[in-house]
């Protein structure tokens, strides 16, 4: 498959890489190592647009086509090395806003749309809970239908967001079907009695993407936030992991892309026996490993997203494209790490950095054993899992 960009495409991610470079760089490692959530830079990249960028012209947006978007978060993220912050954003924009593009009514859209597009309201994915970490669709959220709406009542683990959420998409088991619980999903402001977020939890890395828990005590949801149909809560979750599984994964591509350019540019200066070590094979060949990833990654990524485009089922795609791009992105880390020697072991190189962040990316939106599973069923294997991880 031949992905041929437009001048217009091609200069748009040029411009997000300028964007991420030059407004967003600052501050990095100061933030990672103190966890610090950067609100200042959630807000340029609101008054750059980010958030809105899927948001249809009807509806006051740009309605930038998906692939192009999956190009303008590739070229954020080769810009930015704050994968933390992007990665927050990125659940923003093309997860929270885009299934309420897609399952939202117009009064939905009309009351969450334009502060979710600008930014001054965060939103989050609450699907995960303690107790159902990658057998996701167990869920012990309730849904208890009342006069006027539902009471929901549960906890959710592991949110994105969480700790500064303002809107949560959240889902839980309305019993209206008995197809897998009857499953639905909620529009959950989190100014509503009886929600409860937890604080940040320090974690290993993505330190600027606040993550914690959220608690639902009998929380009073009205019957207009409810997204999709009741007891069809399965396909806005499909749905929602597919796009979220292929635009982090366009994250993980142009942070790759930095990575490998980086350390070539090491590698060609610094000196060992008496020239560059990238004239040493065992160094070359690493960088060229770290090239193969990434190349062989962007198909995967590119294939993905071209089928979301075209309106096709795309969960084995996605499978396929963030199980190769997760495991390529902690090995190529580790490349990045070696090739930089004692240097890259340093906090101020923001190689060990990557590292820490690459290693998120085989647990969160679906364990690697997840997506194996995931594709082995499309290959008509049915494999059972054998381990259970959080999400």
């Known amino acids: 498959m031949e992905f041929g960009w437009s001048e217009e495409q091609s200069a748009l991610r040029e411009q997000a890489v300028r964007f991420g470079r030059e407004m967003l760089d600052g501050g990095v490692l100061e933030d990672d190592l103190s966890g610090r959530f950067p609100a200042e830079k959630w807000r340029l990249l609101a008054d750059w647009g980010y958030f809105g960028l899927a948001v249809p012209e009807e509806l006051g947006g740009p309605g930038l086509d998906p692939m192009t978007g999956l190009l303008v978060t590739e070229g954020l993220a080769e810009g930015c090395q704050d994968f933390g912050l992007l990665f927050s954003a990125s659940v923003q924009a093309w997860v929270v806003i885009g299934a309420l593009l897609r399952f939202g009514t117009e009064d939905q859209l009309d009351r969450h749309l334009p502060g979710l597009a600008d930014g001054t309201t965060v939103g989050a994915l609450a699907i995960t809970e303690p107790d159902c970490g990658s057998d996701a669709l167990s869920l012990r959220t309730t849904a208890?239908?009342?006069?006027?709406?539902?009471?929901?009542?549960?906890?959710?683990?592991?949110?994105?967001?969480?700790?500064?959420?303002?809107?949560?998409?959240?889902?839980?088991?309305?019993?209206?079907?008995?197809?897998?619980?009857?499953?639905?999903?909620?529009?959950?402001?989190?100014?509503?009695?009886?929600?409860?977020?937890?604080?940040?939890?320090?974690?290993?890395?993505?330190?600027?993407?606040?993550?914690?828990?959220?608690?639902?005590?009998?929380?009073?949801?009205?019957?207009?936030?409810?997204?999709?149909?009741l007891g069809r809560g399965v396909a806005v979750f499909h749905d929602a992991m597919a796009w979220e599984r292929t635009w982090l994964t366009a994250l993980q591509v142009g942070t790759l892309q930095r990575q490998l350019d980086e350390t070539r540019a090491y590698a060609c200066e610094r000196r060992a026996f008496g020239i560059p070590i990238a004239g040493h094979q065992s160094v070359a060949h690493r960088i060229v490993d770290m090239h193969l990833r990434l190349e062989c990654g962007r198909l995967l990524v590119y294939r993905a997203a071209a089928a979301i485009a075209a309106g096709r089922p795309a969960g084995t795609e996605a499978a396929l494209a963030k199980l190769w791009m997760s495991e390529s992105a902690l090995a190529s880390s580790l490349d990045s790490l070696q090739v930089h020697g004692g240097n890259g072991y340093l906090s101020c190189s923001g190689v060990e950095r990557q590292v820490r962040d690459a290693a998120g990316g085989q647990i969160y939106s679906g364990t690697s054993e997840m997506m194996r599973n995931l594709v082995a069923d499309s290959l008509g294997l049915h494999a059972r899992p054998t381990t259970v991880a959080v999400e």
């Open 144 to 229: 208890r239908e009342v006069h006027g709406g539902w009471l929901l009542r549960g906890r959710k683990a592991y949110v994105t967001n969480a700790p500064i959420a303002d809107l949560v998409l959240c889902f839980a088991s309305s019993g209206a079907t008995q197809l897998l619980g009857g499953m639905s999903a909620f529009l959950v402001e989190t100014s509503r009695e009886g929600v409860h977020r937890g604080s940040v939890e320090p974690k290993m890395g993505l330190r600027t993407s606040p993550l914690g828990e959220l608690g639902l005590d009998d929380v009073f949801v009205p019957t207009g936030e409810l997204l999709g149909k």
